[in-house]
């Protein structure tokens, strides 16, 4: 059973900066996939970015050239470093797991961008 615990969620002015941080109770293996959801108020959770090794990081239409995933498979975590933010980035953001068997997700940290 893999835990995640995310952290590094604030409230943030717009164009502001965050880095939200991601550790796995154990080792993950690299060619499994982690990565990053996010569910805003009255909105299903959406992909923001995804890695896996050997892969070009996957990342959602609005949060390209802003947000870059990177990964520490020493620590079995993964971190999203969010730059110039929106309000509408605004969102809970999960932290998951996808492995061959299922999917672990975090409990969450939340974004809140405003002014």
């Known amino acids: 059973q893999v835990q995640l615990v995310e952290s590094g969620g604030d409230w943030v002015r717009p164009g502001g900066s965050l880095r939200l941080s991601c550790a796995a109770s154990?080792?993950?293996?690299?060619?499994?996939?982690m990565g990053w959801y996010r569910q805003a108020p009255g909105r299903e959770r959406g992909l923001v970015a995804t890695?896996?090794?050997?892969?070009?990081?996957t990342y959602a239409g609005s949060v390209q050239g802003r947000f870059t995933i990177s990964r520490d498979n020493a620590k079995n975590a993964v971190y999203l470093q969010m730059n110039n933010l929106k309000p509408e980035d605004t969102a809970v953001y999960y932290c998951?797991?996808?492995?061959?068997?299922?999917?672990?997700w975090g409990q969450g940290t939340r974004v809140t961008v405003s002014s």
């Open positions: 998951y797991v996808k492995t061959d068997a299922r999917e672990y």
């Open positions: 154990q080792t993950i293996y690299s060619g499994y996939a």
């Open positions: 890695l896996r090794a050997g892969r070009d990081p």
